[in-house]
Nanobody
Framework: VQLQASGGGLVQPGGSLRLSCAAS????????IGWFRQAPGKEREGVSC????????DYLDSVKGRFTIIRDNAKNSLYLQMNNLKPEDTGVYYC?????????????????WGQGTQVTVSS
């Protein structure tokens, strides 16, 4: 069971990035999925989560209207499309999945985690 995150990088304010997370060893379709981030000196926070089987989505207030969580069952992957990035979006982003969560964006509930990918928003 593995989640492999990629797609981070350095981007200017107002720019876009698309994070990818490929799952192996299990099917994402019936798992809750989520993206979390941790900025330097801050606690990890849930950015966006989606329930199993195209379930309900939830977003951190500060990213609503700018970020979109996407599930691709054919590729067994999840994505985070990030537009209009701001310096406060800087951090290490992690993908996560869990078989037993009906819905929620509390990190401690998730069993499977990717390795993290760095996103830096700076001019």
């Amino acid at each position: 069971v593995q989640l492999q995150a990629s797609g981070g990088g350095l981007v200017q304010p107002g720019g876009s990035l698309r994070l990818s997370c490929a799952a192996s060893g299990f099917s994402l379709h019936d798992h809750a999925i989520g993206w979390f981030r941790q900025a330097p000196g801050k606690e990890r926070e849930g950015v966006s989560c989606m329930g199993p089987r195209e379930g309900t989505t939830d977003y951190l207030d500060s990213v609503k209207g700018r970020f979109t969580i996407i599930r691709d069952n054919a590729k067994n992957s999840l994505y985070l499309q990030m537009n209009n990035l701001k310096p406060e979006d800087t951090g290490v982003y992690y993908c996560a999945a869990d078989q037993y969560i009906a819905f929620g964006c509390e990190g401690s509930w998730y069993d499977y985690w990717g390795q993290g990918t760095q996103v830096t928003v700076s001019s």
